[in-house]
């Protein structure tokens, strides 16, 4: 079964450069959602889009923006990478308000050097 | 907002049976959901409650009390394996549409001999 595919797996960036990573959903999820992790810690929500709109937005900073497109892939963009945007993004697909759960993608390890 | 608490760390020992607790606050409930992640992987799904009682899966089973703002992750006949943190993460329906996942902080879980 198709899984929910994130590109690139690793991306080494320098301080003040810009990043794109894109996530690509279960076909036929409509909700997305979009993690950071740093080294040990839970995953913090960042945003999420509904059926193609933001749906909710949590703790994103403002050099970082994200959209959804028609084909209902993702992209999280971030701009003057600082030090410490180094984490692991996932992201994740689910079926709207149904009882299936939300799959993660093998997520994108980001390093900012 | 949400308020989701888990013991930070626990140990137990192999071919016995933890029962790792989550509490939470919030409004909108839609789910509950485990999930086990390895260092460095991505979550994987263990389970999910929406209504109040057990849910039995294998060697993992899950509890909500929704009244209480509580459930339990049981894992019974421990394997070096299961060494990794467990997150505790409620969905809640958005008003605009779709819905929010949140995560605990995590349970990182010790196997022992």
């Known amino acids: 079964a198709a899984g929910v595919i994130q590109s690139p797996r690793h991306l080494i960036k320098e301080k003040r450069e810009t990043a794109t990573l894109k996530c690509y959903p279960i076909p036929r999820h409509d909700t997305v959602y979009w993690y950071q992790q740093g080294p040990g810690q839970d995953p913090q929500f960042l945003i999420s889009f509904y059926e193609k709109m933001q749906s909710d937005k949590g703790s994103i900073p403002d050099r970082f923006s994200a959209q959804q497109f028609s084909d209902y892939h993702s992209e999280l963009n971030m701009s003057s990478l600082e030090l410490g945007d180094s984490a692991l993004y996932f992201c994740?697909?689910?079926?709207?308000?149904?009882?299936?759960?939300?799959?993660f993608g093998q997520g994108t390890r980001l390093t900012v050097v | 907002g949400q308020n989701i608490d888990q013991p930070t760390e626990m140990t137990a020992t192999e071919g016995a049976i933890v029962q790792i607790n989550c509490t939470y606050q919030t409004s909108g409930f839609n789910g509950l959901f485990w999930y086990q992640q390895h260092a460095g992987e991505a979550p994987t799904f263990l389970s999910y409650?929406?209504?109040?009682g057990l849910e039995e899966k294998g060697r993992f089973s899950s509890f909500l009390s929704r009244s209480k703002g509580y459930s339990y992750l049981l894992l019974k006949e421990l394997q070096m394996k299961d060494s990794a943190s467990y997150l505790c993460?409620?969905?809640?329906?958005?008003?605009?549409?779709?819905?929010?996942?949140?995560f605990g902080t995590g349970t990182q879980l010790k196997v022992e001999l």
């Open positions: 993460a409620v969905r809640s329906i958005l008003t605009g549409g779709g819905n929010k996942l949140t």
């Open positions: 409650n929406v209504l109040d």
């Open positions: 994740a697909s689910s079926l709207g308000t149904r009882r299936n759960e939300a799959f």
